[in-house]
C-alpha cells in the first residue's frame, strides 16, 4: 500500500502529540528491535519512532531500512522522528488508524 501525501499529512497529524513508541539507538536494527517494532506495528498500526545517536542524512537511509524490515510505509521523518504505518485489518474497528475520512 503506498499513502497519498493527504493519508500521511492526518498519519502525522495523529502522530503529533502521541509519545514515542519505540526508540532506535547505537545497537541498531538489531533481530529483536525488528521483532518489537513488527509487535507494535501489529497492535497499534501507527508507531512514532525515536532515532538517538543517528545523525543528519543516515536518519533518512536508516528510515527506509526500517520500512523495508518491517513491511510498513513511511508517514514522515522530522528531525529525529519518524512515524510507522502499517495496516492491520485483524484489529476491531475501534482500534484501527483511519486515514481515509
Known sequence: MTLTSKQRKT???????????????????????????????????LVKLRFTDVEGAMRQTLADEVCQRVGAECAGVIGRTMLLYRANPELEDGQRVRIDA
Open 11 to 45: 498519519l502525522r497529524g495523529l502522530g503529533q502529540k502521541r509519545p514515542d513508541d519505540a526508540r532506535l539507538g547505537k545497537s541498531g536494527l538489531t533481530d529483536g528491535f525488528i521483532e518489537n517494532l513488527n509487535e507494535l506495528l501489529d497492535r497499534r498500526e
